[in-house]
């Protein structure tokens, strides 16, 4: 069977539409967006401020709501979970990267990656154990003991990237990794994240207003109008 046959999609977007009504105005931002995403590919998202681009991500992730369409992560029907169950699976079915790291600042490196897991359930042996792994993936293993204020800002964007996948999801969603990075540090948080969510087989979706780090992905997508649309760069 070809490699084609063997991909399985693990999100499945249909017809998802978000309005948002300020005085007498109603805001159509996404129109119906479909797509689907396979099991461990990479998805960058780009689009002018406003286009809507973190509204697609926070549904598909369940912290935000869809007036109308079906988000599906394998087979279940994310957008038909009630908040108790939407709260289980934002903990263990998806990581999340913003553009801010919301490190806890009292916890160390090391401490901030194992929380979630040990919060979720996992013995604190194994939660520590897995990340000590994640943070010599994202080469931060000699600054495990320290905190978030002894840290450079692209030092603590790649221990949000190791926490991101600490719980073993499926789906990393990350909102503007590098937003708030220089160049340089940009590149390296984007490096680690697209090989580390490769080594690991997760599926990926960046939002993204840099074009390099767009570039990565295998599809490269323009949220424009309300509607998605495909860039002819993509590495299908």
């Known amino acids: ?16 539409v978000k309005n948002y009504t300020s005085g007498s105005e109603t805001l159509n931002i996404l129109k119906g967006i479909d797509f689907d995403i396979e099991e461990g590919q990479s998805v960058a998202i780009s689009g002018q401020s406003g286009s809507g681009k973190s509204t697609l991500l926070n549904i598909i992730g369940g912290l935000d709501r869809a007036d ?34 919301y490190l806890l600042r009292d916890f160390t490196a090391l401490e901030n990656i194992m929380l979630p897991a040990y919060i979720a359930g996992m013995k604190k042996k194994d939660a520590i154990d897995r990340a000590k792994k994640l943070l010599a993936e994202v080469k931060m293993e000699d600054r495990k003991g320290h905190f978030p204020s002894q840290l450079s800002g692209g030092e603590r964007q790649r221990v949000a990237v190791a926490r991101s996948m600490v719980n073993d999801p499926a789906l990393i969603l990350a909102d503007e990794p ?26 990926l979706i960046v939002v993204t207003h840099d074009k390099k780090v767009a570039s990565r992905a295998n599809v490269q997508l323009v949220l424009e109008n309300g509607q998605l649309l495909e860039e002819a760069g993509s590495n299908n």
Not at 7 to 15: F, G, S
Not at 71 to 97: M, W
Not at 178 to 197: C, F, H, K, M
């Open 1 to 16: 069977m070809s490699d084609a046959l063997n991909k399985r999609i693990l999100v499945r977007i249909k017809n998802i």
């Open 178 to 203: 590098t937003g708030n990075l220089d160049p340089q540090n940009s590149e390296i948080v984007a490096q680690l994240l697209y090989e580390s969510a490769q080594k690991w087989k997760k599926s």
């Open 68 to 101: 109308q369409g079906s988000v599906f992560i394998g087979n279940d029907e994310i957008t038909a979970l009630s908040e108790k169950e939407i709260s289980v699976y934002r903990s263990k079915r998806v990581g999340f990267i913003f553009q801010f790291h």
